[in-house]
């Protein structure tokens, strides 16, 4: 089922939760409203579940003016971020829960929570109770106690939030697949840009109420709408554009600031006409890449990342003299607020 969001607004007091929003998702999609705390996303992820009701503007759902229409009657399927399963009922009992309040027969509760054990992997626990299963196995019940009811739209609220690393990175994995074997149109609010990018097909910005950008995961990050939506897609050094560094590389700009991803900086052992001098103030071991942080001649710092193979090539340590320049920078017409 398709969603559209038509001058959606939202304000609790003088505070404008929502301003204004458009928006359209195709059935099938599985989109990330990502944004920092407060920006919106939860609100607007409850207009559409109709736990909140807009001031103004409209809501469809399915091509039908939803506006005013009750939770029961939209059919959805909404997931808290920390479960809210029923800590005295079973994980079967959990799942069959909504089920049960539609008067649906147990012989097909008893077959659809069998499947629905299947497709979360969790067979032969169903008879464990919340406390006895791990924080990653609590989140896939309540996404089959959501999907119980067949519902057209999915909408989960910060998901990964409350998951160790480890769990939240095998459950980004879990999500997607569930999503391409169900097609249940699928809305999820995140603050963490990795959960986004690894699981969405198209990523939603948020800031202080509206939209920023819209996008496929590749073209927010490669072709950021403006500096907001760069900075918060990922470290970024911003830099002034009068820095002879961009000028002798040909980044020619009218733009106060130059932004530029640690990844895209070049360092050299030795100088040459696009390059500038700095010294390695310090290296961080990162894991997949090392981070070497710079003080450029004028006093500011610069961090650039770097591979482990280009690391031993150059052999940085602390106190050395190197030279950067930019491989690529990002400028843009208005000088947004970071």
Known sequence: MGIALENISKSFGSFQAVDRVNLEIAPGALIALLGPSGCGKSTLLRLIAGLETPDRGRLWLGGQDATHQSVAKRNIGFVFQHYALF??????QNIAFGMEIRAISAAKIATKVAELLDLIQLNGLGDRYPAQ???????????????????????????????????????????????????????FVTHDRSDAMAVADKIVIMNQGKIEQIGTPAEIYDHPANAFVMSFLGPVNILPSSLNIFHQNGFATTAPKMFLRPQDIAIETTANTTTVAANVDRVVHLGSEIQAELALADGQTIVAHLTKERFAELQLEPQQQVFVKPKAAKSFPIDYSI
Request: net charge positive; aromatic share 4%.
């Open 87 to 92: 800590k005295h009922l079973t994980i079967r």
């Open 133 to 187: 299963i791990s924080g990653g196995q609590r989140q896939r019940v309540a996404l089959a106690r959501a999907l119980a009811i067949d519902p057209q739209v999915l909408l989960l609220d910060e998901p990964f939030g409350a998951l160790d690393a480890k769990v939240r990175k095998d459950l980004r994995a879990w999500l997607r697949q569930l999503h391409d074997r169900t097609r249940v149109t699928t809305v």
